[in-house]
C-alpha cells in the first residue's frame, strides 16, 4: 500500500495514459468502492438528513406543498411529553421500559447459558443450535406463534397454568401483563445473539488464567469475579450498547403480536418507532412523526455515549 | 481504455435506454388503478378491466392490488412523494377529506359526472359524499350492515333458527342462550361457544356510533359532523348495552380471536357485518348454515344501519397529463356503470351503488342480499376526518372498560374529548 501510494502521488504530473498499472488498479479499486458509498450515502444519510428537514416542515406526504412551521412539531412533541395521557407519552415511557427491563434480564440470562455451554462438551452444538436458531427465524413468524400460545382460551400458556391449577393470565389482553409478555418474546429471540457473542468471548481468556486460580485455590464465584467477568468486559460492552439500540428501536413484535397492529391494549406496549409509523402514514403527520425520529435519534445517541463513557473504561 | 471514455459510453447507454422506455409507451395511454387485496373484489376488477379494454384499445390499466388492507394509506403515503402510484385509486369513502385536504385527489369533472346526474342515479349516501361543494369520488357499490346468524347454534340453544332477534333485548337474551361453557366458571377463559363477540375494532364501532347511539335516543354528532355529541345519558345506555356482553353477559372476547372469524368459523351465533362478508364465508366455509336479516330495532322502536362504500377517485398525478385524465375519466365511468354493479353484486355480494340497479327485483328478494339492500334505504354515513383514529378512540373506549374496569360513561366521555380534538385538529389546518 505505501509503495502505490508513493506511486500515485509521483505520476500526478503524467497523463492517465502514462499511469503505472499499480495506480490504475488503486484507482479502479476506489471506483469499485465509490459504489456502496454512494449507496449508502443515497439509501441511509440522505433519508436521515431528509428526516431533520422534513421534521420543520408540516409535511403530508400526499400534498404538493409543505409549508414551513419551524420547531414547532419539537413544541408538540414536549407538549405531549407533558401530559398526563398521550400517545407520546405512552410510546416513550414504554420503550424505556424495554430497554431497562429488557437488556440487563437478557444479558444475564445470556452470560448463565454461555458460561453453561462452555463447561459441557457432550451435544454441546446441539445446544448452541437450539439457543442460535430463535435468532435466525423471522420475528414476525416468531411472534405469531406466541401471540396465540398467550391465547385466553386454548393457548398453550394458560392450559398449562389450568392443569397445574394455577390461575389462568390475561397475558396480551391486559395493558399491565401485555409489555411483559412482548418482552419475553424479544428477550428470547435476540438471547442467542448474546449467547454467541460471550462464548466467543470466553474462548479468548486464556485457560493459564484458570489454572492459576485453581493452583490459588480460588472459588467458582472468584474465578468468575475476578477473572471471566473482567475479561468479558469488551463482549458486554459491545452487546449492551447493541441491544440497547436495538430494544430503543422496537417494531415488528408489537406490531405482529396486539390488536391491528397498534400496541394497545390502551397503548401499553406502544413503542416510539410504531407511533411514527402510526402518524407518518396512518395519519400522515409526516413532519410531527420525523421530530419524534429526532428525538428517538438523540435518545439513542446520548445513551449509547453514556454506556460508552462508563462501560469502556475498564476494558484494558 | 481510458476511463473518460468508458464514463461516456456509460452515459450514452444509460440515455438511450430511457429514450427506449419513454418511447414504448407512447403508443398506448396507460393508466395505473390501485385497490387493497381481497380475492373477490380483485377477481371481479380483473373482469371489468379485461372489458374496459376490449371496448377501448387505445388504454391500458395497470391492476395493482397487492396492498393489504391494514396498509392500503400507508402505501398511498409512500407513493405520492415519490411521483408514482394510481391514476384511479380506490379508497374508502371516510378517507375523502383526508386525501381532499392534501390535494391528492382532484374533483370529478362536472361534465361527465354532474350533481344532478349523481344524485338522481346514486343512493342517497353517496349522493351525501359532497365535501367543499365538491363531488371527489364515485363508488361501484355500497355496503350497510347487517344481522348475521348461525341457524345450527340456535337450533342447539332451543330457540327458532328461523326466527333471529328482531330487537336489542331478544338479541341480548338469544346471545346468553347460545354461549356455552367449559366447566361452572362464567369467565372467557372458559367460553366454548360464543353468543356474541363485541369487536370494536370490526364493524361494532359502526353500529355503535350510527345505530346504537341513534336507537338509544342519542345524537351521535351535530348536523354538520364537526361536533361529538354521544356522549350523552343516552349515549352511554347505548355504549353500555355494547360493552356489556363481554364485561356483564360474558358471551364472548374479541380476545379469543376476530370476531368474524370466529362467525365464519361456525364459533359465533349472532354478529353484525357487512355484505361483503358474504362471500368470505362462501370462500372459507360454504357449509355454514347461516342467515341475515336487519339489524334489530332499538328500544325507541327506530331502525337504523350503517352505509359505507369504498369509493373511486381520480388523482393529481392523472389530471397532470390530459391523455391519462381522459382514459382515467372513460375508466371511471365504466367501472360506475349499472352493468358494472350487477358485475360486482354477484362477484363481491357488495351491493350496486347505482340505485336502479340496487332496487332490482333479484337482490330485493334474495335472502342474503335483500336485508342490505333494505338497509339502505336507512343507512347513515359517518363524516369521518380521520376514520383510523375515530375507530381506535372507540376501541379505547371499550378497552378501558373491558381491561381497565373504567365506567362506561367516563369512558365514553373521554373518548368524545379526543375524537373532538381529531375534529377539531382536522378543520383548523383549513
Same mark, same amino acid.
Given at each position: 500500500? =505505501?509503495?502505490? #501510494?508513493?506511486?500515485? !502521488? ?43 428537514? #422534513? ?50 434480564? !437478557? ?33 414476525? =413468524? ?5 401471540? #396465540?400460545?398467550? !391465547? ?48 466467543? $468471548? ?40 447493541? !441491544? ?37 402514514? $396512518? ?34 | ?21 419513454? %418511447? ?15 380475492? %373477490? ?59 381532499? +385536504? ?9 361534465? *361527465? ?9 346514486? /343512493? ?27 341457524? +345450527? ?101 374479541? @380476545? ?71 382514459? %382515467? ?28 340497479? %340496487? ?5 330485493? /328478494? ?13 343507512? *347513515? /354515513? ?13 376501541? @379505547?373506549?371499550? @378497552? ?9 360513561? +367516563? ?12 375534529? +377539531?385538529?382536522?378543520?383548523? @389546518?383549513?
Amino acid at each position: 500500500m =505505501a509503495v502505490s #501510494m508513493r506511486n500515485l !502521488q509521483k505520476s500526478k504530473k503524467y497523463p492517465i495514459s502514462r499511469w503505472t498499472l499499480a495506480r490504475k488498479k488503486i484507482v479502479w479499486a476506489y471506483i469499485f468502492l465509490a459504489i456502496p458509498i454512494v449507496f449508502f450515502a443515497y439509501i441511509r444519510i440522505y433519508p436521515t438528513l431528509f428526516a431533520f428537514q #422534513m421534521s420543520l416542515h408540516d409535511y403530508n406526504p400526499l400534498a404538493v406543498e409543505q409549508p414551513f412551521v419551524g420547531f414547532q412539531n419539537y413544541e408538540k412533541v414536549f407538549e405531549e411529553l407533558g401530559e398526563e395521557k398521550s400517545k407520546t407519552k405512552a410510546a416513550f415511557q414504554n420503550t424505556i421500559n424495554y430497554v431497562v427491563l429488557g437488556v440487563p434480564i !437478557q444479558l444475564c440470562l445470556a452470560l448463565f447459558i454461555a458460561l453453561m455451554l462452555n463447561e459441557i462438551r457432550f451435544m454441546s452444538t446441539v445446544y448452541r443450535i437450539l439457543f442460535f436458531l430463535p435468532f435466525v427465524t423471522s420475528t414476525i =413468524a416468531i411472534a405469531w406463534v406466541f401471540r #396465540m400460545l398467550y !391465547q385466553p382460551r386454548f393457548g398453550l400458556f394458560n392450559v398449562v397454568l389450568q392443569l397445574l391449577s394455577l390461575p389462568q393470565q390475561p397475558f396480551l389482553r391486559s395493558p399491565q401483563q401485555a409489555l411483559p409478555s412482548v418482552l419475553a418474546l424479544v428477550i428470547w429471540q435476540g438471547m442467542g445473539f448474546a449467547i454467541i457473542i460471550f462464548l466467543a $468471548g470466553l474462548k479468548q481468556i486464556p485457560r493459564t488464567y484458570y489454572e492459576a486460580a485453581e493452583v490459588d485455590g480460588a472459588s467458582r464465584w472468584h474465578t468468575f469475579r475476578y477473572i471471566t467477568f473482567p475479561l468479558l468486559n469488551p463482549s458486554i460492552v459491545y452487546l449492551l450498547v447493541l !441491544q440497547s439500540i436495538s430494544f430503543l428501536r422496537m417494531f415488528a413484535p408489537v406490531v405482529a403480536m396486539t390488536q391491528l397492529g397498534r400496541g394497545g391494549p390502551l397503548d401499553s406496549t406502544l413503542t416510539v418507532v410504531l407511533h411514527v409509523y402510526n402518524e407518518a402514514f $396512518g395519519s400522515y403527520n409526516m413532519g410531527f412523526a420525523s421530530s419524534l425520529t429526532v428525538v428517538l435519534f438523540a435518545l439513542i445517541l446520548g445513551v449509547t455515549i453514556i454506556q460508552l463513557s462508563i462501560t469502556s473504561r475498564r476494558i484494558n | 481504455m481510458r476511463l473518460s471514455k468508458l464514463l461516456a459510453i456509460v452515459m450514452v447507454a444509460i440515455l438511450f435506454a430511457s429514450l427506449g422506455a419513454v %418511447a414504448g409507451a407512447q403508443d398506448t395511454v396507460e393508466i395505473e388503478y390501485w385497490q387493497y387485496n381481497f380475492g %373477490a373484489r380483485v377477481y371481479a376488477m380483473d373482469i371489468l378491466i379485461g372489458l374496459f379494454e376490449v371496448a377501448n384499445p387505445g388504454i391500458k390499466v395497470v391492476h395493482n392490488s397487492d396492498i393489504p388492507h391494514a396498509n392500503f394509506t400507508q402505501e398511498i403515503a409512500a407513493s405520492a412523494p415519490a411521483g408514482v402510484g394510481p391514476d384511479v385509486v380506490t379508497l374508502f369513502y371516510g378517507w375523502i377529506p383526508a386525501y381532499v +385536504d392534501a390535494g391528492y385527489l382532484v374533483p370529478l369533472p362536472e361534465d *361527465h359526472f354532474s350533481e344532478e346526474f349523481i344524485l338522481e342515479t346514486f /343512493s342517497p349516501m353517496v349522493a351525501n359524499s359532497k365535501f367543499e361543494g365538491s363531488y371527489w369520488a364515485i363508488p361501484t357499490a355500497v355496503r350497510s350492515l347487517a344481522l348475521f346468524w348461525n341457524k +345450527d347454534i340456535l337450533a342447539d340453544a332451543g330457540l327458532d333458527p328461523e326466527s333471529p332477534p328482531a330487537t336489542l333485548d331478544e338479541f341480548v337474551e338469544a346471545a346468553i342462550a347460545t354461549t356455552i361453557y367449559d366447566g361452572d366458571e362464567k369467565d372467557i377463559y372458559s367460553i366454548s361457544q360464543q353468543g356474541h363477540t363485541t369487536a370494536l375494532a370490526e364493524q361494532d364501532h359502526h353500529w355503535l356510533r350510527e345505530v346504537l347511539f341513534r336507537q338509544f335516543g342519542a345524537t351521535p354528532y351535530s348536523e354538520d359532523g364537526r361536533t361529538v355529541t354521544y356522549n350523552s345519558e343516552e349515549g352511554c345506555a347505548a355504549f353500555s348495552w355494547l360493552a356489556a356482553f363481554e364485561t356483564e353477559h360474558v358471551t364472548g372476547s374479541i @380476545d379469543i380471536g376476530d370476531a368474524s372469524d370466529a362467525f365464519v368459523n361456525g364459533e359465533t351465533a349472532l354478529h353484525v357485518d357487512g355484505s361483503f362478508r358474504i362471500g368470505t364465508i362462501r370462500n372459507n366455509n360454504p357449509d355454514l348454515n347461516y342467515g341475515v336479516a336487519e339489524l334489530p330495532v332499538g328500544p325507541n322502536g327506530e331502525q337504523h344501519t350503517f352505509g359505507s362504500y369504498w369509493t373511486h377517485g381520480i388523482t393529481r398525478r392523472a389530471n397532470d397529463d390530459p391523455a391519462r385524465l381522459e382514459a %382515467a375519466v372513460k375508466f371511471l365511468q365504466f367501472i360506475t356503470s349499472p352493468p358494472a354493479g350487477t358485475l360486482w353484486v354477484n362477484l363481491v355480494g357488495e351491493l350496486p351503488a347505482q340505485a336502479t340497479a %340496487a332496487a332490482d327485483d333479484r337482490i330485493l /328478494s334474495d335472502p342474503v342480499l335483500g336485508p342490505f339492500s333494505a338497509g339502505l334505504a336507512y343507512a *347513515h /354515513s359517518t363524516a369521518f376526518v380521520n376514520e383510523v383514529e375515530q375507530r381506535q378512540v372507540l376501541i @379505547d373506549a371499550f @378497552d378501558n372498560v373491558r381491561l381497565g374496569g373504567m365506567d362506561p360513561c +367516563d369512558a365514553l366521555d373521554e373518548a368524545a374529548a379526543a375524537e373532538q380534538e381529531l375534529i +377539531d385538529n382536522f378543520w383548523a @389546518d383549513r
